[in-house]
């Protein structure tokens, strides 16, 4: 039993050598292809030790952030720094706060990069990389801020000159229209003017051609009344005697007295205008 006890524990010493031997080695090689610049292969090597050889070394991690972060994987890098955030050792906390700090500068988190910077800091006063990049993101944010604010009364003046461009263009839409409107009212005024001045030339002819046709139809009227009257005269004269003095209700016998005095009457009127001097008369001498 001693000797197999014995023989088990050299097995483990040797196996233990061995492991420490291909930690090693697997460390030398991650440094050399980091150096070379072969990220991919040195993140390799460094994922084995931690997956693989189960290597507790915040080094090695942190080593295996940095390959990561290189070879382009920002995403799975900032995850192992974000490991890293409470790393025993004060330098490796430190640089995996700046670490953070440098990712969240380069996606412009200017807020977020300052807050890792001051706690690389924290961790680490000495740490003149992390203080001389918290600076220069303080004046990154400075003008960002600067930039936006630049932005923001560009955008503001482009508003209000866009304001005023449309204001402009409605004043003059609306004083367009309105010059349009006066213009059809005008026209429509002109067209009422000759409209009623038609109306007004067409009752002028209409009146005077009632005026023209008035005097026709009144002479008209007068050569009807007088032809009915010489009509009537004619016929009457052309109608018996009996007939007339019927219609005029005398008899014959008076008729012939009427017309007997009427002849006296006439001998006398012409007897005086005979007798009648054609000069003054003479009072100083006689009558004959």
Do not use: C, F
């Not at 977020?112 to 961790?123: C, G, I, P, R």
């Not at 009915?228 to 008729?255: F, V, W």
């Amino acid at each position: 039993m001693k000797l197999l006890g014995w023989a088990l524990g050299l097995l483990l010493v040797i196996g233990g050598i061995d492991d420490i031997a291909t930690i090693n080695r697997l460390k030398k090689q991650a440094e050399e292809a980091y150096q070379q610049g072969d990220y991919t292969q040195a993140v390799q090597y460094y994922q084995l030790l931690v997956d693989s050889m189960q290597v507790q070394d915040e080094r090695v991690r942190l080593n295996l952030a940095h390959a990561q972060l290189h070879a382009g994987d920002t995403a799975t890098a900032q995850r192992q720094y974000g490991q890293l955030m409470n790393a025993e050792g004060a330098a490796i906390k430190s640089v995996a706060y700046q670490q953070l700090g440098n990712i969240t500068t380069q996606q412009q988190q200017y807020d977020n990069a300052l807050a890792m910077y001051k706690e690389s800091l924290k961790a680490n006063p000495t740490n003149e990389d992390a203080r001389y990049n918290y600076e220069l993101v303080k004046k990154l944010k400075k003008e960002q801020e600067q930039q936006q604010q630049q932005s923001d009364d560009n955008q503001e003046q482009s508003d209000e000159e866009k304001d005023q461009q449309e204001q402009q263009n409605q004043e003059q839409n609306e004083e367009q229209s309105e010059q349009q409107q006066d213009q059809e009212g005008e026209s429509t005024d002109e067209q009422n003017q000759e409209q009623q001045q038609s109306e007004s030339d067409q009752q002028e002819g209409d009146q005077q051609q009632s005026n023209e046709s008035e005097p026709q139809e009144q002479n008209t009227q007068q050569g009807e009344e007088q032809s009915e009257g010489e009509k009537s005269e004619e016929e009457m004269s052309n109608s018996p005697l009996s007939e007339r003095l019927e219609e005029m209700n005398i008899s014959e016998e008076k008729a012939r007295m009427i017309l007997e005095a009427m002849r006296n009457n006439e001998m006398q009127y012409i007897q005086q205008n005979r007798r009648k001097p054609t000069k003054p008369k003479d009072r100083s001498k006689p009558d004959w």
